[in-house]
Nanobody, 122 residues
């Protein structure tokens, strides 16, 4: 069973950058797709980005493309989400998740972390 722990969230001003980390343990990390999702106040959980370890493929939501970048360090069993040019609408709890397929639907992911809060002030 895979355990995921997110870190790196915080309170920043608009235009700032943050890097989130997702550390995995308890499984063969390289066999999974790791995705980042977020859930803002009163909103549904939405896809942000995902990476497939087997070939390095990545996919980013249109809302974050050009500002956010997902990457991974296989040796460290860690996936990162570099977030630049943050906007107030990026405020949310950010979750990482592990699944078998690169997909934008949260239901396709089997394991979830506890989330890390990102707050962007205007």
């Amino acid at each position: 069973q895979v355990q995921l722990v997110e870190s790196g969230g915080g309170l920043v001003q608009a235009g700032a950058s943050l890097r989130l980390s997702c550390a995995a343990s308890g499984g063969t990390f390289s066999s999974y797709v790791i995705g980042w999702f977020r859930q803002g106040p009163g909103k549904e959980r939405e896809f942000v980005a995902a990476i497939r370890w087997t070939d390095g493929s990545t996919h980013h939501a249109n809302s974050v493309k050009g500002r956010f970048t997902i990457s991974g360090d296989n040796a460290q069993n860690t996936v990162y989400l570099q977030m630049n040019s943050l906007k107030p609408e990026d405020t949310a709890v950010y979750y990482c998740a592990a699944g078998a397929f690169l997909h934008t639907h949260a239901a396709m992911y089997d394991y979830w972390g506890q989330g890390t809060q990102v707050t962007v002030s205007s």
